[in-house]
């Protein structure tokens, strides 16, 4: 049976950083892509970030260019999602999120999710 489980979150200063941390077991995920998506209160779940399969190649949501970087253990079942200069539009619930996809930005192509991890950006 395939886990999930987020890590890292709590509460910051605007300016901050956090460091997210996602473990995945119940199988080998070395081929399966990993990405973090994220939901405020009332706004839909969005794409943070994402690591192929291949563990190399990343994707990044315009919002976070260049503030977080996704990285992955050798293993491959643990990704990790570096946050800084957080802001409070950053605040929300960060999901992690485990496939075997090449569509890395679309939540739906994912079977498989954690519970979340709250992240919360004062001003």
């Known amino acids: 049976q395939v886990h999930v489980a987020e890590s890292g979150g709590g509460l910051v200063q605007a300016g901050g950083s956090l460091r997210l941390s996602c473990a995945a077991s119940?199988?080998?995920?070395?081929?399966?892509?990993m990405g973090w998506f994220r939901q405020a209160p009332g706004k839909e779940r969005e794409f943070v970030a994402a690591?192929?399969?291949?563990?190399?190649?990343?994707d990044y949501a315009d919002s976070v260019k260049g503030r977080f970087t996704i990285s992955r253990d050798n293993a491959g079942n643990t990704v990790y999602l570096q946050t800084n200069s957080l802001k409070p539009e950053d605040t929300a619930v960060y999901y992690c999120?485990?496939?075997?996809?090449?569509?890395?930005?679309?939540?739906?192509?994912?079977?498989?999710w954690g519970r979340g991890t709250q992240v919360t950006v004062s001003s």
């Open positions: 999120a485990v496939g075997r996809t090449i569509f890395i930005r679309v939540a739906s192509s994912y079977p498989y």
């Open positions: 690591v192929r399969g291949n563990g190399i190649t990343t």
């Open positions: 119940g199988r080998t995920f070395s081929n399966y892509a």
